[in-house]
């Protein structure tokens, strides 16, 4: 019969993939798995962005640059838009697979960005930031793939000693209840 049956419709990438659950994937080591993530997705992504960028991109990522340096004193407003620095970086790469993952993780991803920020401050991603930035002016693609590479390299290693730090502590603690039950 006419107009009976299964019909199929193509979906964007997103459709067909934003219903999974990363963050239920992640388990407890949720920092270290972001950063890893990272690393892996964002030093290309950086190297792409200086490749090709135009000034329409350089102005967004100045203006995005200068929003942070304007919101140091809101730790909240200010991981966001250290977020959106990273983001920019991935629509300046045009590749939609790179901006898509960004899309299907950007919770988790800003999560941990707010997390990071808290425990950092804000100096490192400015620092950072500017750097990138100079080297995408520049068209330096090699020195941003190392400034990226360091930039997340820092934030990993400051962040999981962090972690061990506390771990440490959580371990050391006296439990509350054994004195009682002796």
Do not use: W
């Amino acid at each position: 019969h006419p107009g009976e049956g299964t019909y199929i419709r193509t979906l964007s990438s997103n459709q067909s993939i934003v219903g999974l659950a990363p963050a239920a994937y992640l388990g407890d080591d949720n920092m270290r798995s972001v950063l890893e993530f990272r690393k892996a997705i964002e030093v290309y992504t950086a190297e792409l962005a200086a490749q090709k960028a135009d000034s329409d991109d350089i102005a967004k990522l100045e203006s995005i640059l200068d929003e942070m340096e304007q919101e140091k004193g809101d730790l909240e407003r200010f991981s966001e838009i250290d977020y959106s620095f990273h983001y920019e970086l991935a629509v300046i790469s045009r590749n939609p697979l790179i901006v898509g993952s960004y899309d299907l993780i950007r919770d988790v991803l800003r999560s941990t960005f707010k997390e990071i920020v808290q425990k950092r401050g804000r100096s490192q991603g400015i620092y950072y930031h500017r750097e990138i930035l100079d080297s995408i002016i520049d068209k330096d693609a090699e020195r941003c793939r190392i400034l990226m590479t360091q930039h997340i390299d820092d934030t990993y290693d400051d962040m999981l000693s962090q972690k061990k730090l506390t771990d440490k502590e959580d371990d050391s603690a006296p439990a509350e209840n054994n004195a009682n039950s002796i």
